[in-house]
């Protein structure tokens, strides 16, 4: 079975620094990964996702992410952040045996101080 | 093109009653997820159906129950509510069911008193 790690649950920066959200991924086939951003009392919006194409994709809002197959990770980075990033990010896999149900990490909160 | 919507927004209840949740996939999607979030156990798969077909199904108890019809809308509903049946409950449209992204609706919160 596929599963998702995303480490710690909150990560504090300051605008304008580098924006680092983890995850790493376990997945018997070669996965589909994305990521999703929740802004309070909303639904998840996709940022980016992986297909097998690229190793480094990017997405919306200046957010990209790298997929690395021997570290079994889709790590999520911006390089400037902006007060609204502030939210909840998900990171999500894809099996293909699983059709198309996604397993979610438990999510991490970012803040972002002025 | 019209998003993902989710009636009603808000539903308090009390435990033993039942509820019906409603989605609307975005225009031509006809698979439709729903998801359970809440707090401990974070987000959950609950079902997904496909041309009005049942197709996959996460571990929850029988209580929870979808339909799909053939406008590819769909509903859930969760017989003899708990208390720990208070949560966001997501539902998430795409084309087809393999692989394709899901895009989610804005929820409708569930608290059972």
């Known amino acids: 079975a596929q599963s998702v790690t995303q480490l710690g649950s909150h990560v504090s920066v300051s605008e304008g620094a580098l924006v680092l959200l983890r995850c790493n991924y376990s997945?018997?086939?070669?996965?589909?990964l994305f990521w999703y951003v929740q802004y309070p009392n909303q639904g998840l919006q996709l940022l980016l996702k992986y297909t097998s194409a690229a190793t480094l994709v990017k997405g919306i809002n200046g957010f990209e992410a790298e997929f690395k197959k021997s570290e079994t990770s889709f790590h999520l980075t911006k390089p400037s952040a902006h007060m609204s990033d502030a939210a909840e990010y998900f990171c999500?896999?894809?099996?293909?045996?699983?059709?198309?149900?996604?397993?979610f990490g438990k999510g991490i909160t970012l803040s972002v101080r002025p | 093109k019209a998003g993902v919507t989710q009636t009603p927004r808000y539903l308090i209840k009390t435990r033993g009653q039942q509820v019906t949740l409603s989605c609307s996939p975005i225009s031509g999607h006809r698979s439709v997820s729903w998801y359970q979030q809440t707090p401990g156990q974070g987000l959950q798969f609950l079902f997904e159906y496909f041309s009005e077909t049942q197709r996959n199904k996460g571990n929850f108890p029988g209580r929870f129950s979808g339909r799909q019809f053939s406008n590819s809308r769909s509903e859930m509903n969760v017989s003899t509510l708990e208390l720990g049946d208070s949560a966001l409950y997501l539902c998430a449209s795409s084309l087809f069911m393999l692989r394709e992204t899901q895009y989610f609706g804005p929820g409708t919160r569930l608290l059972v008193l």
């Open positions: 997945s018997s086939v070669p996965p589909y």
């Open positions: 999500a896999v894809s099996d293909l045996r699983a059709n198309s149900k996604l397993t």
